[in-house]
């Protein structure tokens, strides 16, 4: 084994210790989660679009000023995302959501791809919406998926005849209501924070309010976040690599042991 994966191991082993006990584990993933299957980060490497900063195009104002713009900026990441494919570490999550030994895992995402959904994860709550879903940008409520089709971006809303804008959730709007009352009512035992920079709010402030009750919180990142000092472990690597290991560790007969002995005592 080399050296670089014989640390991992060390700081994998404690961080599924703090897991395993977990009887409703929240799994929450940032767009580091998927960098990986080739889908860039806003603000990291390879992260610009253009020159212009995603605050600028994800946002009513943005649209306001240059819907075509938007939508030209929609529809290649649309295309981007329908390429790409799940990496392992995704599909190693969709293995967790069905094995983790009597516990319930909830999987949610800030990302707007579909990713997680082709890794076979069941149920994915997405809090800042979706990619591939079309919506009237006047009041009629009128949405779509589109199913990677761009087509109805360019007509005018069936319902009012209005513009029609992506179904994401943009900066300075509210997050869906009933994603994130899918995810305060699950109250989660511990959390698996993968590949978020917990900068955007409110959602940054759900593993931040549950290290401050003292509950398990293990980050993974492949750099340091604002988050990583109150972090329960932090580990540090790509999701592609880490969390194929943390699942097997974490779906091992070991801590089925571990789990029943917490259960029992
Ligand atoms: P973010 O704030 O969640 O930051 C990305 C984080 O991922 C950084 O901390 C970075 O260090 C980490 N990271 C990068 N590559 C990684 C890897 N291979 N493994 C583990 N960690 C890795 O995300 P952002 O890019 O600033 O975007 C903010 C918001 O924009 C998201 O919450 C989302 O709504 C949207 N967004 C979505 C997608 C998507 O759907 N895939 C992509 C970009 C942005």
Not at 125 to 137: I, P, Q, Y
Not at 146 to 155: H, I, M, Q, T
């Amino acid at each position: 084994m080399d050296a670089q994966l014989a640390v991992k191991r060390d700081a994998l082993t404690p961080a599924a210790e703090r897991l395993a006990p977990c009887r409703r584990l929240l799994v929450l993933t940032g767009a580091g989660a998927s960098a990986d299957a080739g889908i860039p980060t806003f603000r990291g490497a390879g992260g610009v679009w253009r020159s212009h900063r995603p605050e600028d195009l994800a946002s009513p104002d943005g649209f306001a000023r240059n819907p075509e713009l938007v939508w030209e900026w929609y529809r290649e990441r649309r295309v981007q995302v329908a390429r790409a494919q799940p990496h392992p570490g995704q599909r190693a999550l969709a293995l967790l959501a069905r094995h983790f030994p009597a516990a319930e895992v909830l999987v949610a995402t800030t990302n707007e791809d579909d990713l997680l959904e082709r890794a076979g994860v069941a149920e994915v709550v997405h809090l800042h919406g979706s990619l591939f879903s079309t919506r009237c940008a006047g009041a009629c409520g009128w949405e779509q998926a589109v199913d990677r089709d761009s087509e109805l971006s360019r007509r005018s809303c069936p319902g009012c005849g209005a513009a029609v804008r992506p179904g994401s959730t943009w900066y300075g709007e509210p997050l869906p209501e009933a994603e994130l009352e899918r995810v305060l009512s699950f109250r989660a035992d511990g959390c698996l924070l993968i590949g978020s920079s917990v900068l955007v709010a409110p959602v940054s402030n759900i593993p931040a309010e549950m290290a401050l009750a003292g509950l398990p919180v293990v980050e993974v990142n492949c750099a340091e976040t604002p988050f990583t000092s109150v972090a329960t472990v932090s580990l540090r690597g790509p999701a592609r690599d880490i969390l194929p290991a943390l699942v097997d560790l974490l779906t091992s007969p070991t801590v089925r042991d571990q789990r029943r002995r917490t259960a029992e005592g």
